[in-house]
DNA sequence: AAATAAATTTAGACAAGCCTAAAAATATTT
DNA sequence: AAATATTTTTAGGCTTGTCTAAATTTATTT
C-alpha cells in the first residue's frame, strides 16, 4: 500500500508526463507539488526502490506499468468524487476540487466500485475531464483549447483544463458552462485574445483564458 | 488544524471516558488505539500544548471543551458516512465501520453538512448509535445491554456496542438486526448465557454477545 | 572551448509519530 | 510498613517526509 505523498507525486508524474508518457524533470514536478526539488529527488528514490518510476539521475523520471496505474485509479477517485459532490451533494463545481484531493485516497476497493454505480458510470468529471473505467480505460474525447480555434469557427464547450476556483468563478460570471454554444468572432493579433459569443452574447476573452477552455465542434 | 493522529487520540479518549468524564488512564488509550503507553504520553503532551486535553503525570487524561467538540465533530463524520455507506453504497452494516475510519478525516466543514441533508438528518448509524446533530448534541436514547434484563422481559433491538466485523457477521447469522424483536425466555446462571426469541424463533446467545446487544423494551 | 547559468543531487538537519529499554511513581500484597 | 507488582514516564533511536545550503552535473552563452 502507498502512502498518501507517494500517491500525490505519483499523480503528479501522470498529469505531467502528458500522452506520450514523456520523462518529467524534478523541477516540474517541485512545482507541480509546491515543494522543493531536494525534497523530489528523495522521494523519486524511494519510488524508484518500488518500482513505481523509472529513473536515472539528471534524466527525469516516468512511470512504470504500475505506477501508471495507480496514478489512474488515483485519478479515477478523484474524478469520481468530483462527479459525487456535484451531482448528489449540490457543490459548485468550483469547490469540488479541493474535497476530492483528499477523497482521492480513500483506500477500498469496493468503495470506488459502488460510488460508480450511484452515479450511473459517469464518463466526465464536473471540468469535462474523463473518468476512466475499472480498467483504467479512459473515454474518447475530441477536443482542443478554444485559443487554437480560427476566427469563424463555432463549438461547444467541453471541458477546462484547470480546476482552480478563481478561473472556474470567473468563467460562471462569464456565464461560461459546459454545453455552452461558442462562436469566435474575431482574434485579437496584439495579445492573442478572443472576442467570442456565447450562448448568442458577445463576450471578450483573454488569451489565459482562451487556453483552459476546451471546444468540441 | 489537527493531524489524523491528534483525531484518533481525542476520539479515542472521548470513547473511553464516557458520559462523567472521567479521565483516562495511559494504558487504555494505548489498547484502544493499539500503540504503546510510550507513544501516547508524548502524544498527550502535545494535546496538551493545544489545550485540548486536561492532562497531569500519572493521573490520567480527559478532554478540554475544545477537545471534546472535536472529538464530537469526529464522531458524527464517522456516523454520517457509515449511514451514506449502508444507504446509498448498499454496503453491509459489518463493512461500512473501517471505511468511516478513513472518511471521517475529510475536512471540509460543507461536506458533512450537505451529506447530512442529503441523507435526510439521520438519528441513528448502522449500529444504532446516536448522530450528533451540526451543534454536537446527541438524541435521546434510553436502551440497555440485553444482559442486563431479566428472564421474562421482551424489547427490541436498537443497536449494538461494538462494530467488529466479526461480531456483526455473527449477528446476522442469528438474524439479529436493528428492529428485531426479542425475548429473554431463560438466563442460564453457569456462563450468564441466555436463551432468547429472536422474532419468534429460539436462540441461545452467549453472555459476551448479550453485553453487546442493545434493547430498548 | 571556456565561462557562466540553470538544474539536480547530496549532506545534514528537523518535526511528527512511533518504538524499546530503563527509570520513576503509584498501587497492591504480604 | 516493607516488599512487590503495575503503571507511567523518560531517554534514546528509527522512519517518513520535509527543508536549506553546498556540491555536482548539464545546458547555454560568450
Ligand atoms: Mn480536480
Ligand atoms: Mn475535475
Ligand atoms: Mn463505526
Ligand atoms: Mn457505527
Redesign the interface.
Known sequence: MNTLAEENYLKAIFKLSGKQKEAVSTNAIAEELETKASSVTDMIKKLTEKKLVNYQKYQGTSLTKKGHEIAVHIVRKHRLWEVF?LK????QWD?VH??AE??EH???P??VE??DT?LCFPQYDPHGDPIPNKNGEFPKSFSAPLIDFAAGSKGKVVGVSQDNPAFLQYLDKLEIQLGSKIQVIEKIEFDQSLEVKINGKATHISSEVAKNILIKQ
Do not use: C
Open positions: 459532490l448528489k451533494l449540490k457543490f469547490e479541493d474535497v483528499q477523497l480513500i483506500k477500498s469496493k468503495l459502488h460510488l450511484f
